[in-house]
Nanobody, 120 residues
Framework: QVQLVESGGGLVQPGGSLRLSCAVS????????MGWYRQAPGKQRELVASITRGGSTNDADFVKGRFTISRDNAKNIVYLQMNSLKPEDTAVYYC??????????????WGQGTQVTVSS
């Protein structure tokens, strides 16, 4: 089965940087869109950034100029480079991928999330 594993979260001071990684494993035929979402306590999950298989990106307004999403199609990894972090960026960040497994129809899969805490 397909599995998504995030890494790179942690505690960082305001203005600092983190790079999140999400590795997709399993019997993969192809991966279409990939994205990063986040969810803070008391709030609904929201899109941070997404990227197509061809590399076209879509960023939420609140991260433009600070975060950059990228992917390595050969390694099935999506990244989120986060710079100029703010306390309001504190949330659990989730990786999502639209995956077509070998012999199966495509489905969306989610990672378990990685905690990002921005605090002095």
């Amino acid at each position: 089965q397909v599995q998504l594993v995030e890494s790179g979260g942690g505690l960082v001071q305001p203005g600092g940087s983190l790079r999140l990684s999400c590795a997709v494993s399993g019997s993969i035929f192809s991966i279409n869109d990939m994205g990063w979402y986040r969810q803070a306590p008391g709030k609904q999950r929201e899109l941070v950034a997404s990227i197509t298989r061809g590399g076209s990106t879509n960023d939420a307004d609140f991260v433009k100029g600070r975060f950059t999403i990228s992917r390595d199609n050969a390694k099935n990894i999506v990244y989120l480079q986060m710079n100029s972090l703010k306390p309001e960026d504190t949330a659990v960040y989730y990786c999502n991928a639209e995956v077509r497994e070998l012999g199966l129809r495509r489905q969306n899969y989610w990672g378990q999330g990685t905690q990002v805490t921005v605090s002095s």
